[in-house]
Structures are given as C-alpha cells and as structure tokens.
C-alpha cells in the first residue's frame, strides 16, 4: 500500500492526537486520542474514556466531536479534518458521516472493530449522503505499539 503524501501540519497534529492517547493510557483507559481541526487550528480534543465516565460512547473521536461542535456552535462540522491514533468503530464513522467531515486521517487499523477499512467501509460508502476522504497510515507504528503495550501489560 502507498503511504499518502502527509503534510508536516498532519504530522504535527497526530502527535496531539497521540499524546491524547497516552493521557488516555495514564488514567487506565485503551490508549486512543484524536483531535478535530479546520483551518489548522484545533476545534476539540478527545481522549478514549468508556469506563471513567461508564459512557460505552466516550471514545476519543466523540469527545473530540463533541467539543469541535460546542466550539462551532453547530451539529455539522464541514471543511474539518479528524486525526485519530485508531481507525474509528462503526459509532465513530457513522458520528463523522453525520457530522459531514471532510477528511478523516487515522494512524493503526483496528482489524476487530474498524469501520472504514478493515471491517467496515461506512466513510466512502455510496449508500451513505456523504463521504470522506480517508488517510490512513501517518505514525501508525507508534500508535499501534502504544496499544499492543497497553494490551501487553493487562494481560
Ligand atoms: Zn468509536
């Protein structure tokens, strides 16, 4: 597979997206972070945190969903992009659907759970009204070890 062109910018922010994860990690939770932008600035952050706040819906990519949209005052987040350490479930894409976002780039692929490639293509599906385009592979290496430690050290 071709790794697409990332810009230095996309870099910069799934290294947030990253330190999110390890802020997620360090409070006990499977380590995913993501961060929401438009215009390169950050419109919200998120951290995976299902069993602190018992919210089965608290993963990284609503969080940082729910905070963009507060910021923007509005349910549709056009002209924005997602960085997340992990491919987003099927709850996630179909939230990003909703909320029409442009571009969605995440790091590791989730082979159990992932639901715009490895399981699932719900992002680009012509079923759907609208899709994103999807970029996957940017510090995955990183990402996909902070999750096998994780796993590692509960076993
Ligand atoms: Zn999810």
């Given amino acids: 597979m071709k790794e697409p062109a990332f810009t230095e910018e996309d870099r910069r922010f799934m ?9 997620a990690e360090g409070a006990g939770e499977v380590p995913v972070g993501a961060v929401l932008v ?6 919200g952050e998120g951290c995976n945190r299902p069993v602190a706040s018992a919210d089965p819906t608290a993963h990284a990519e609503m969080e940082a969903l729910r ?13 924005t992009v997602l960085y997340v350490t992990l491919e987003p479930c099927v709850m996630c894409a179909g939230a990003l659907v909703l909320a029409r976002i442009e571009r969605l780039v995440f790091a590791a692929r989730d082979l159990r759970f992932g639901a715009v ?4 293509r719900l992002a680009d599906s ?3 009204n609208h899709r994103l385009q999807v970029e ?6 990183d990402a996909g070890s902070l999750l096998a430690n994780f796993f590692e050290k509960r076993r």
């Fill in 117 to 120: 490639r490895s399981k699932f």
């Fill in 38 to 43: 438009r215009g390169g600035r950050i419109l």
């Fill in 15 to 23: 290294r947030v997206a990253l330190d999110l994860a390890r802020k």
């Fill in 126 to 128: 012509e079923l759907l």
């Fill in 67 to 79: 905070a963009g949209a507060g910021q923007l005052e509005n349910y549709r987040l056009p002209g």
């Fill in 136 to 141: 996957e592979g940017l510090l995955a290496a």
